[in-house]
């Protein structure tokens, strides 16, 4: 492992060099963190005008047209004098079913700048043909490296299509780049149809780079940062305008409000010693130490005091933990998006990110020049217990080359015969099995398998042959929600693969894992979380991804992964390793659950919605609020809370009563180090009857209980008089065995103002020698009414300052019972208002109707409503405090049938 030191440099460098070329600019497009501006200066411009055609050949100087047996020298192309995106001409290539391209000469670049590209294409009467332009880049030997392709265009248009390429900063190795122009074909080939090109330009911009490494990115809490910075090669001047430079860099935090800022002036001077010293300005900016968190940090570069050019780069503050878990059940996805990470920074990142699974497409690789390199991360993985799965995806081009191109997936590859497949599928199995023992067919967007016909079958016969090498124990696809399984019949416990994304309910989820177990398949699952378009709020988008995993982790799903962790829109790594916004919040899930079991929610004084999972003797409990509120509650003796940003701070418990002060809000807050066994018992307190007659006869019921600690307690209990409740026994006391469960009866006496619905009861148990420190409250809602008569209250301001109260009540007893009540509004300051309704009949509603004149002028608006069964056992009580009144009385009028 590395040794990580308490400061770290984030480097900073802006490269450019004297250049003389005309004048453009790009139109802000971002890459990897770059943001060009405006200000570039191109170093080529191909408009195809008379200059560029000096021999008046229609043919551009210079260029090189592609030849072979798919580039018939018959194509016509030439300079066209009658069209043109600027200026009087264009590149024109007329299709007759065959491809064409015309490359320019070498153009000399290097690594010290960053570069932007654009064209312009017009296209008519193609329909299977497409016009590109595309960027080669080079080496010294004028081998190419890497290759960029605008869009395709094709069809017919009226007007020209500018086509912009995101900034680009090419490899240290580049030396060149190339412009091709091309027509190329699809499955088949026009024989009619044009293409024009014209205005291509590539311009050139000072490069700021960012130190990109684990170290980097990854901070540990008391670390403190250092900003290194330095610019040289920076343009003097450009067609007679002299250039000064400033570099600016500022810090903010995940809600992009601004922490830090610095400034340095580059100097002429400085400039002019950039030939000789990489180092000349260079200046050190130091922040102070940040919390655990995720912070951006951005650097500009002014030219002439106008911004050029700018680049983002982010680190997150955290608790570094040096290893990953020993087992766990969450997981990566490294499919999709390109990156360039180095396998030795990607391991230390996975290290930290509290997985245990990482899914690798390996297919391709197996292929490349990289082989070796992912040999050696799969063994890396595996030996800091992170198991890989290989994803069969990106077969070969001579074998993907053999099926159409809108095939529907790898199921139309692997459901040919093996002879097609075998020998580049066992070229991959023989180079990474043993490390590799688990599989999957296609990527997780893949779901071509689902509803095939003997699935099971050929699945397995897909497993017989890649086993003729490598050893599998498992093989999997991705599979549809809602879509059926068929019965596994198989001794092998196979995989389907969920998306788990926004449009999907937890009831979804759950249903369909429950469907896969009982088919005989593992259910793993793929969080997608909210993409950064439609949900710009950081704080919204870590609070639906958390209580997405929570979802995933209690459906009883066996495996959990984050959706493609390079992807821009959804991923938690940016593609020069840094973390994005999601990051921590992942993290933060997965430290706290890996390993876990879901045991169920405990009820807490504010309703909080919450979750419990138990591992080994520890309790952790993720709870949130819509609407925020304070929970007072006692969950044990060592508890931490956890924001979704990985900071962690001890929660202080009461002296007297040694209960925690909890604020909650719409974003989880995850509680560790929770009593398992105050859990366990808070899970199994419950009354047997929970439900009394809305009546002032007393009632009898039972409250059990079940000793959750593993040893025997003794104590008492009582129930916390509320309401004006009236409890015997007030106190209890109470003796059992570990594992045992408790009866203890008791009566309750209601009180006359006391309201129909669920009551907030609280239960007091202290243990004393149970291995607690204090007293303890278990909250149970209980239901006052029978649920079979109900009343409603709707309130109505008339224009001349008086309201209307109308108490309505139904009866829906069963077997039918008639019933006559004595209906009273109580005002705080007012006489007693009675009205009686008799006789009313099961299945009938009926009303009586009030009138309060003076509302306004009332100091307490506080009303009481009550409706007493004559001779009979029932009372109805509503309690609206000014609040609640006025809240009714901003209701729209609800016209209806009910009887006054």
Known sequence: ??????????????????????????????????????????????????????????????????????FRDYVFAEIDYTQAAEGRRSLQIEANGSNAAYYSKPISIDAKHSYVMSASVLTRGLKYNAAVVT???????????????????????????????????????????????????????????????????????????LA???????RQSDARVTIESSATGLDTEYEEEEFHYELKLHSEDVYGKLLDQTSTVITQAMIEESTESENTGETFWELPVYPPGYYRVRATLLRNDVEIVSQWTSFAVMNLKGKSPEKGEFGWNLSGAQHGISANDLLDITRESGIN???????????????????????????????????LVNPPTEIRDKFTEEWTGISELFTSPPIVWRQAANQVMALYSPTVTRWQLGNDLDSSFVGMPNFEGSLDGIRKELQRIGQIRQLGVRWNIDSPVLKNQLVSKNFLTLIFDENTSYEQIQSNVEAIHSS???????????????????HQRANNLVRRMIDAKRSGADLVFAYDVFDPE?????????????????????????????????????????????RDNEATIVMWNDDPVTEEIYLGDQVSIHSVWGEKTIVASSPINGRQIIEVSSVPTILTGCSAELAR????????????????????????????????????????PNYGWEFTPRKQTLSSDAGEQIELPFSVKLPSQTAIGEQLMAIEFDLGGSGLNFPFRVYRDYLVGMGDVHMEVRLLKSDHGQVIVEQIITNETNPPEVLDFRCNLLIRGRRRHTNNMPSLVSGQTRKVVYLIPEFDKLEAKDLWLRADQKNGARTLNELLNEEQVLKLLERPRVVNSVEG
Not at 29 to 35: D, E
Not at 48 to 68: A, N, V
Not at 577 to 601: C, E, H, I, M, Q
Not at 682 to 691: A, C, L
């Open 1 to 70: 492992m590395k040794t990580f030191a308490h400061i770290f440099v984030l480097i900073i460098f802006a490269f450019a060099n004297v250049s003389t070329a005309c004048a453009a600019s790009s139109s802000g497009q971002f890459s990897n963190g770059i943001h060009i501006t405006s200000g570039s200066i191109p170093i080529a411009r191909f408009g195809f005008e008379e200059e560029q055609d000096r021999d008046y050949d229609r043919l551009p100087d210079d260029w090189m047209r592609r030849k072979g047996p798919d």
């Open 135 to 209: 960027f080669s880049f080079l080496n010294q030997r004028k081998q190419r490296i890497h290759r960029i392709v605008t869009n395709p265009v094709s069809g017919t248009h009226k007007d020209w299509s500018h086509l912009q390429l995101e900034p680009l900063i090419p490899d240290e190795n580049v030396r060149y780049v190339v412009v091709g122009c091309h027509l190329i074909s699809s499955s088949k080939n026009d024989i009619t149809g044009v293409a024009w090109f014209d205005n291509i330009c590539i311009g050139k911009l000072p490069r700021l780079k």
């Open 212 to 218: 990109s490494d684990f170290e980097t990115h990854f």
């Open 357 to 391: 699974w990482v899914k690798i497409p390996v297919w391709k690789l197996a292929y490349s020049q990289q082989s070796s390199e992912t040999g050696q991360l799969l063994t890396g993985l595996r030996n800091q217990s992170i198991i890989p799965i290989g994803m």
């Open 520 to 538: 005989g398949f593992e259910a793993w699952t793929i969080v997608k979380a909210d993409d950064r378009i439609h949900q710009t709020d950081p």
């Open 570 to 614: 959804y991923g938690l790594l940016n593609q020069d390793g840094s973390p994005s916004d999601l990051f921590l919040p992942w993290r933060t899930v997965t430290l706290a659950l890996n390993g876990s079991k879901y045991a169920g929610s405990i009820q807490l004084p504010n309703r909080s919605t919450n979750h419990v999972f138990l």
């Open 681 to 720: 018992w808070r899970m199994g307190v419950k009354f047997q009857k929970g439900r009394i007659a809305s009546s002032a006869a007393e009632h009898e019921d039972t409250l059990l209980v079940t000793n959750a600690f593993p040893w025997s307690i003794q104590g008492n209990v009582q129930i916390v």
